[in-house]
Antibody, heavy 118, light 110 residues
């Protein structure tokens, strides 16, 4: 079964850090670009970051540039998001997403919740 | 500012056709593919349409996508009660070098 399972979310104080992980299974992870998409409580979807299959191309939404770092380990079929200098507005459910066809997000994890609050 | 604009809500009775618009600009919809996602409360989104009008396997042909210039549309024909959900459009934006999502449209089946 094709599956993405996120972990690493939790409650953190403003200015703190968290590292999200996403374990992929059921497909050849190393051949797909991957993304992080977040959704604040009661709000819409917001794309956060993407990384190509070989990690050559990496992109971020403006609001997280310089604070978040996306990475992957193809040998371990894992995707990561290092989040530093966290702000209240980063509070959201973070989804790990597979890119099927150039930004066609066909497989989504269940998400991991990040809450930034003092 | 690069944004994709969707109406916040749409509704219809069972069997009707409902259309959701997604308005963008020259840096996104006009020059890149449009994607549509369906999301039920408490669940992850599901890919409904890719490359403007293509349907992934398993998506009913009641769902159709189209694009013209800087706008795109998702049509749901033969509306069913189980179609009540939030729908999002998305497209790559060349100016931002990132993916843009529309604000989402809540479809209510009356």
């Amino acid at each position: 079964e094709v599956q993405l399972v996120e972990s690493g979310g939790g409650l953190v104080k403003p200015g703190g850090s968290l590292r999200l992980s996403c374990a992929a299974s059921g497909f050849t992870f190393g051949t797909y670009s991957m993304h992080w998409v977040r959704q604040a409580p009661g709000k819409g979807l917001e794309w956060v970051s993407s990384i190509s299959s070989s990690s050559i191309s990496i992109y971020y939404t403006d609001s997280v540039k310089g604070r978040f770092t996306i990475s992957r380990d193809n040998a371990e079929s894992s995707l990561f998001l290092q989040m530093n200098s966290l702000r209240a507005e980063d509070t959201a459910l973070y989804f790990c997403v597979r890119d099927y066809d150039g930004n066609a997000f066909d497989i989504w994890g269940h998400g991991t919740m990040v809450t930034v609050s003092s | 500012q690069s944004v994709l604009t969707q109406p916040p809500s749409a509704s219809g009775t069972p069997g009707q056709r409902v259309t959701i618009s997604c308005s963008g600009s020259s840096s996104n919809i006009a020059t890149n593919y449009v994607y549509w996602y369906q999301q039920f409360p408490g669940t992850a989104p599901k890919l409904l349409i890719y490359r403007n009008y293509q349907r992934p396997s398993g998506v009913p042909d009641r769902f159709s996508g189209s694009k013209s210039g800087t706008s795109a549309s998702l049509a749901i024909s033969g509306l069913r009660s189980e179609d009540g959900a939030d729908y999002y459009c998305a497209s790559w934006d060349d100016s931002l070098s990132g993916v843009l999502f529309g604000g989402g449209t809540k479809v209510t089946v009356l």
